[in-house]
């Protein structure tokens, strides 16, 4: 509740007073990306107060009246389109399961800073994006240093390998042979180094300079590696969400959940939240069996109900209550799996006959949704 009252207040603070109550896109889903990019480019160089209205999206020969449903299948659409392996933009950390800032991207500015667009637009709109990013993204866009555990945080391997250097207890110089120096790989798997400081390939790491060369490093992957990349990317963020007032009532991690949402996942908030159509009610026997059934999932698989229904495993600020959630009805029993309009946070199901069959259809729903369970 506290941050929700001091997001309202922000939001005041930084638009002021304004004309038009919308910012208003008319999109080909053709040519999303481009368009997007043209016309919230367009209007940062005219008049930036714009982008920090309410969104109001139409895509072009689709009839409708945008009541949210539209601006969150938009949101989801562009950021699943510009973080897709076709782009580049992005490299995908295994082991902590986020993405970081790809710094050989054949993309230019424009698209780097369209994604800091669409999060500074979120944070308006109150959207919630299925996106990965560490916690250093968040400290860079309030301006925050960065260091080596950020590093650690987001990069594990890396950082336990550069901790082992830290903790040698031998000749760092002789048994580890290294120099002030780092290599990468570009797109097409050729080596490139990089000094991190003037002569550094011929400087060797020692037990005095060891700290030194971690900080160094921690910096270059951190900062000048990506700097291309993340300054047209926080370009773009700051176009709709000025830095100072941001920093001033938010932290990182609170700038996180505005954006990504939280992993507080109480199912029992959604079900007195829960609304009925079709012919459904709460006292419904089929669900009745629902909520018994998702009251017994384990975590994982009420993540993936959620990312089935709305698009996304994240709770918004509130919590799951302030999810308008709907479980229409679709038909009679039968063997077809529930399926869901994810923009307006709808399931369907079929009145099964029985809880176990429910439970079955469901599950299997819910774990191939990618592909033929969302509509």
Known sequence: MQNEGRMSVFQMLSTGFRDSPYLKLKINRDTIIQDALIQLEMMAQDNP???????????EGEQGFDE?????????????????????MFSFVEESRECWFNPTS????????????????AVYNHVILDVRFPMAVYRKLMGYPVGFEDLKHFHPVLGESLSKLLRHEGNVEEELVCSFSMSYEDVFGSALTFDLKENGSEIPVTND?????VRLYADFVLNKMIHKQFDAFKRGFGMVVDEYPLKYWFHPSELELLICGSEDLDFDALERSALYDGGFTSNSQVIRWFWEVVHEFDENQKKQLLSFATGSDRVPLGGLSKI????????????????????????????????????????????????????
């Open 49 to 59: 107060q714009e982008l920090k209205k309410q969104l109001f999206v139409e895509f």
């Open 68 to 88: 949210g449903g539209v601006q969150k299948e938009f949101f989801q659409l562009v950021i699943e389109e510009l973080f897709s392996p076709k782009y580049a």
């Open 106 to 121: 054949f993309e230019n500015d424009s698209e780097y800073m369209l994604i800091g667009i669409m999060l500074g637009l």
């Open 209 to 213: 300079n060891r700290k030194e060369y």
């Open 324 to 375: 308008k959630f709907i479980i229409a009805k679709n038909g009679p029993d039968s063997e077809r799996l529930p399926t869901a309009h994810t923009c307006f946070n709808v399931v369907l199901l079929c009145e099964y006959a029985s809880k176990e069959k429910l439970k079955e259809r469901l599950l299997k729903a819910i774990t191939h949704a990618k592909g033929f369970g969302m509509i």
